[in-house]
DNA sequence: CATGAATGAGTGTTCATTCAT
DNA sequence: AATGAATGAACACTCATTCAT
């Protein structure tokens, strides 16, 4: 199954999309299209599975870093989570980029990050009513998710030429902590 | 060719991607399908004009608004913008949603919106030195654009219940006019 | 595969070559299209497959009577091989005659009958050296090669109202003789 | 009319049969594609017209070469005939491989080359009963028309390396000679 | 006569999916 | 469970032909 979604990838970034076809994933699998079919119904699940291990392994890494910085003061939280985030989009950005713009999704369950990025902050926000008051969190959250996506995602890609990550990065951070102590 | 585009968003909207087969664009164009081949050499081609559709008309907007608010402050150019993108992605969400997620794009020229978005705000941050002081205008475009394009799109698309759209707005202007005067 | 010639030829046969659709094979040779294409890469590939199987059965009935007359008398020779060609052509030639008319070929590796035929008529020349004294042997070959592709040829199915195809081969056998023994 | 046969021998020879569309050749003409289907009917009109000037081309080549040796002894005429055929196949040897293996013929009132060649020998004869004695003229034309088509095509395209076209020419005139002879 | 935009039947080909082995 | 030959619906695209201007 693994080996499936591998030799999906592979296929994706090697030729495109309109180059995955079950045959061809099969075959790059190392395994027969029957096998295929033994695993995932159809080729939307196939994709859908894509999808699922990409985020589940986005979602991982920023758990794991809400949860190490549980008790860190929120600067190192959002440094942390930003670090994070461009890492994300780093680490394999053509198959991020090939993922989001030409697999068609949705309908796969998973909501988009910034939504479930939301989630994340109103818990680590609740957590800190003492040292961020009792505005809504849901208001922080709101805005914290978003800029936290697109700007990660921005510094890790969308950079003009003059800036460099490490400036980006501590934009990101700058403009975050900005608007929470406002 | 008007004609066959929106022929296109039809049947998108009405059936979804798998059903945008060039003979029934032709169909509901009202066209025949050799007539759509003498406008578009191939299906691809009617994706990317449909994609520069809709991205002129989005940055038709901007620039409005931008114009429109040349000369006046900067928290009226910053509520115009957010009005702008959420307009924008209010207007017709589901086809926004399906041209972005759904159907292939890249391989046109288009960047993408954040941006495209960074370069207004260079010249409508040049054009305000007086009033920012002489800070990097391209690290203020960079978080800025990325900070309208997600709070914008997100305000329109991915707000929590408990915030009304007027809030998210107005929280997205305050949290753009927090990091400027920051 | 052999179905699928067959099949080829039947269509060929009844309805003419604007008939010969990739469907309509599939459907005569009673297969589904995607099968035909599990073993022809495409449409050419099935016409020069069918030029080479053509063309085989005839260079093999040529060898089988050199090789039958490997130590018969030069007359007889010639005699057997105006013979093959004019069954050659007699047995189908509609087939032959569409085959080399309308069905686009060439670009398959087969060289021209008379072409090949040189090549045989050399090897029974240089084993009659005794007989035929050592006149230069591609000049004989060269001449003899297309005295037979064309009287057999001719024989078969070019003969005017007045000549039997008795009388044809036989005075093709004596032109072929008489031209040898000057 | 001319003009637009010259742009299929164009299209032809530039690009192949599977080039030659009806708008092609229009667009290569100069013409427009409506004016094409004032002088043709239809696409096989045009094959056909192609096929027709070819023919006409070379059987006026022929006819004065006869009319030019009528009164000249056999071998001066053989010799001048072996000469023409030569030249009509070595002209434009592309455009008469492609017009008798690429494009479909036949249907055209146009006999093949051998079988209007025995019309003309029978002439040729009757008019040398003197010389040649009362024996079967139909025998005999058939017989040097076939000579004649396969010996002249081979000379000039299907030589072995070795048989210089001088000499090719000059054994295919000593082989119809022999035969007449005989 | 000339034009060329428009037509649409028909073609080659692909590829997700099945199922007997 | 694994295989892969076979399937055939469906698709993108072509091109001979028409006809209003």
Redo the contacts with the bound molecule.
């Keep these: 199954m693994e080996a499936i979604l591998d030799a999906a990838v592979r296929v994706l970034k090697r030729d495109g999309v309109?180059?995955?076809?079950?045959?061809?994933?099969?075959e790059i699998a190392g395994?027969?299209?029957?096998?295929?079919?033994?695993?995932f119904?159809?080729?939307?699940a196939i994709f859908i599975a894509l999808h699922r291990r990409h985020v589940e392994e986005i979602d991982r890494r920023i758990e794991q870093t809400v949860i190490a910085h549980a008790a860190a003061p929120l600067e190192a939280l959002l440094r942390a989570m930003v670090e994070a985030v461009v890492e994300a989009h780093s680490a394999d950005p053509v198959l991020h980029e090939l993922l989001s713009t030409q697999v068609p999704h949705r309908g796969d369950g998973t909501r988009e990050f910034a939504q479930r990025l939301q989630g994340v902050f109103r818990l680590a926000i609740s957590a800190r009513t003492n040292e961020l008051g009792r505005r809504r969190p849901e208001r922080l959250a709101f805005v914290l998710a978003h800029m936290l996506d697109a700007l990660g995602h921005g510094a890790a890609l969308r950079r003009p030429p003059e800036l460099s990550l490490a400036e980006a990065k501590q934009e990101a951070v700058r403009a975050m902590l900005t608007y929470l102590k406002a």
């Design positions: 309109s180059a995955i076809t079950t045959n061809r994933i099969a395994v027969s299209i029957g096998s295929v079919y033994q695993y119904p159809d080729k939307r």
